[in-house]
Structure formats: structure tokens, C-alpha cells
């Protein structure tokens, strides 16, 4: 562990950050319908049915020179509220690449959205909290 003895200013012990690698985490909960349109005739899921989505996503990385974090909460917070606002109270199925909405492919298209934003992006999780089920995309292995 990078950790100094003492801190010449103050005396106390000093932890350096420089040379860690962090993940953080943030998540925003959205609610949404869909269908699967390829099940037969009388199967559950075919119908149109809704969820409470919860979707996480981690950034990693080294703490960035000057700013002591990898990421800025408020800035991961507004790019997964912007991202789960497209899917909010919608029906996925008519979402451009969600024509099948399975988490997966929930997973695979909040990725390309939170990517362009968030060059740390490493993992994506979907989760329908209320049937225990979550599904995670890794990303990148720092």
C-alpha cells in the first residue's frame, strides 16, 4: 500500500493516492416496458410488460493529476441520468437497438451511450431488482 509514514506538515499519517487504481460505481433506477416478440404464442414475456430498471455503471482508473478522484460524481451522476431519461417510461422495443430488449442488449446499448462521455467507462450493469436479476458488461480490465 502507498502509504507515507508521516506527513511533514502535519505529522499525521498520509495516504497517496498517485499509482492506485480505483473503480467507482454510481446508479439511477428508470422505468420502462417491452415485449419479446420472437416467443410463442401465449409465453409471458411476449406480452408488453414493465420493469424498475436499475442501471449502474463503474469508471476505473488512476486519480487524475490536481483532482484526488478518477471521475467526478456529479459528472458520472448527469451522464447516467441523461442516458436512463432515453429509456425512462418508454418501451424499449421501439429504441433503436433494442429491438430485443434483453438486459444484455440493455447493457451492450447504455455502454455505447455512456462511452462517448466517460473514457473510464469499465463496466455496465441492468438489474430488475424487483425479480433478483442482474446482468454486467465488463468493459475494460485495468
Known amino acids: ?8 506538515q502535519t505529522g499525521r499519517a498520509s495516504l497517496k493516492a498517485e499509482g492506485q487504481i480505483f473503480e467507482i460505481s454510481k446508479a439511477v433506477f428508470f422505468e420502462a416496458a417491452h415485449f419479446m416478440g420472437g416467443k410463442p404464442e401465449g ?19 488512476v486519480v487524475k493529476p490536481g483532482e484526488q478522484w478518477v471521475e467526478d460524481f456529479s459528472h458520472l451522476t448527469a451522464m447516467l441520468e ?28 447504455a455502454a455505447a451511450e455512456l462511452g462517448k462521455t466517460l473514457p473510464g467507462l469499465a463496466r455496465v450493469a441492468v438489474a430488475r431488482p424487483s425479480l433478483n436479476e442482474r446482468c454486467e458488461l465488463v ?4
Open 43 to 61: 409465453h409471458p414475456y411476449r406480452s408488453v410488460h414493465g420493469h424498475s430498471f436499475r442501471l449502474e455503471a463503474t469508471v476505473a482508473g
Open 139 to 142: 468493459l475494460k480490465r485495468i
Open 82 to 109: 441523461a442516458t436512463a431519461a432515453k429509456l425512462d417510461h418508454k418501451l424499449l422495443n421501439d429504441i433503436e437497438g433494442l429491438d430485443v430488449p434483453t438486459l444484455e442488449r440493455i447493457c451492450l446499448w
Open 1 to 8: 500500500m502507498a502509504t507515507e509514514l508521516a506527513d511533514t
